[in-house]
């Protein structure tokens, strides 16, 4: 079963309701998948069969997809376009946009719970997913970013804030990975790489956002609307290219240096996101 079809049958367990159907629309809005594809690859790599990796996959996405819902309420960005379409409380309301994401968040740890991997393993990447997402990775990340007292962010506050708000949720496939293999001393070099991915896509997503037309990008090009302190404000387009193609460079030379570890398909990845026009 691809991913999509088994993302559709999770859904699809639900009970039929309003909360479900605004799940599925934004979960099913067709998203790029760059995060459950970089867990099924850092698997392939450690020689394991993918399907083991399903419900981190899954449960993964999900939470990515929350955080999109909730950071486009009228509370945080108030976008009106998301993967190509209305955002979920412009095409439903935003009552029923909060209990999506809520909805999307819960569920992705029941279905992440059911991994057919032993207990043990199950239970770490499950501590794991929570930390990174959590209060101390993503949404602390979300938090910095909101309440960052706009004109005075340096870059080294950019930074802070995208290691934990982009960085925790592209490093947690692949640090899921090394704990599935039986890997764990491997965790913190996949954390680094992980978070240089991570800036590296923001700072793509910057110049993406004064490059393109929302209509192109598939989402509101709030930050350069919002004069927020980007990559590009602060450093002009050519420098922000320049550091983002450095931050490509070591990911890729760092994936390399894994004993073991098959790194061709990780390496494409990271080449395929760096070429990304949305
Ligand atoms: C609301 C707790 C909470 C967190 C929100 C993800 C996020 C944190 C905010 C979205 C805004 C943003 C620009 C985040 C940086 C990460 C990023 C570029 C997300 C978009 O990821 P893609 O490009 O999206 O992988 P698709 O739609 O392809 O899945």
């Keep these: 079963m691809n991913f999509e ?9 639900l009970p039929q309701s309003r909360v479900r159907d605004a799940m599925e629309y934004s979960l099913m809005a ?9 867990l099924y690859a850092a698997v392939r790599g450690y020689g394991l069969e ?21 950071d486009d309420l009228p509370a945080m960005d108030n976008d009106d376009l998301r993967r190509g379409r209305p955002t979920c409380h412009r095409q439903f309301d935003e009552a029923t946009a909060i209990l999506a994401g809520d909805g999307l968040l819960t569920y992705a740890f029941e279905v992440a719970a059911s991994s057919p991997c032993s207990p043990d393993k199950t239970t ?11 209060a101390g990775g993503m949404v602390l990340g979300q938090c910095l970013d909101i309440f960052e007292e706009s004109g005075t962010t340096s870059w080294q506050d950019v930074e802070t804030i995208q290691k934990y708000k982009t960085g925790c949720l592209l490093s947690v496939p692949l640090m899921i990975a090394a704990i599935l293999a039986g890997r764990p001393q491997d965790m913190d070099a996949w954390h680094r790489i992980g978070n240089q991915i991570g800036l590296a896509f923001q700072i793509q997503d910057d110049i993406l956002d004064v490059r393109l037309t929302p209509e192109e990008f598939g989402k509101s090009t709030s930050d350069s609307d919002n004069d927020k302190v980007t990559s590009v404000s602060l450093f002009g387009i ?22 073991e570890f098959k790194a061709d398909e990780i390496i494409q990845m990271i080449s395929d996101i760096r070429c990304r026009t949305k």
Excluded at 30 to 37: C, E, F, L, T, W
Excluded at 50 to 70: P, V
Excluded at 238 to 259: H, K, Q, W
Aim: glycine fraction near 6%.
């Design 5 to 13: 079809q088994l993302l559709k049958e999770k859904i699809e367990a």
């Design 30 to 38: 067709g998203g790029k998948r760059i995060r459950p594809s970089l």
């Design 50 to 70: 993918e399907n083991i990796a399903d419900e981190f996959a899954c449960a993964i996405e999900m939470i990515h997809t929350y955080s999109l819902i909730h």
């Design 124 to 134: 770490a990447a499950l501590r794991l997913l929570a930390e990174m997402a959590g």
């Design 238 to 259: 050519e420098t922000a290219e320049r550091m983002m193609n450095g931050l490509y460079d070591e990911a890729i030379s760092s994936v390399s240096s894994f004993g």
